[in-house]
């Protein structure tokens, strides 16, 4: 195994990600529609945040359970804004760290992602999937 392999070798590039100023709605969408658990919030191109699936269910299903998603969408831009939902300052990794680095934060904090900088500005994103998929091609 490769223990110095630059993390952007399995990273995904330019991730799908979500202005810190559009609605709740376009978030959930997001989520949805590429069927993924994971968008970096940005402020421009810098990353500011990350939702994941589990931050958004935990308000959509606690206090909105029975709502179609037109009716979900208008409750939650009327009641919240991305930064109220994101975790700002995520925990990130930075383009030139390994995958082994990943490995490492992904383990320890027990995410599921980790967002990739060069400085402030989102790059890539390597998910636990990335990492799965990167021991099985190396056996």
Do not use: C, W
Not at 50 to 64: C, H, P, Q, Y
Not at 105 to 111: G, S
């Amino acid at each position: 195994m490769k223990k110095n392999e630059s993390v952007t070798k399995i990273m995904s590039a330019n991730p799908v990600s979500i202005g810190q100023n559009e609605p709740v709605s376009a978030a959930r969408k997001l989520l949805d529609e590429k069927g993924i658990h994971h968008l970096p919030i940005t402020d421009g191109d810098q990353l500011v945040g990350i939702l994941t699936s589990n931050d958004f269910l935990r308000v959509s299903f606690g206090e909105f359970g029975n709502q179609d998603a037109r009716s979900l969408d208008a409750i939650l831009d009327h009641t919240y804004k991305l930064a109220d939902l994101m975790n700002a300052d995520p925990v990130s990794i930075g383009s030139h760290d390994t995958v082994r680095d990943a490995a490492t934060i992904l383990a320890n904090h027990n995410f599921h992602s980790v967002p990739v900088v060069d400085g402030a500005r989102l790059v890539g994103i390597v998910t636990s999937s990335d990492l799965i998929q990167y021991l099985l091609d190396q056996y």
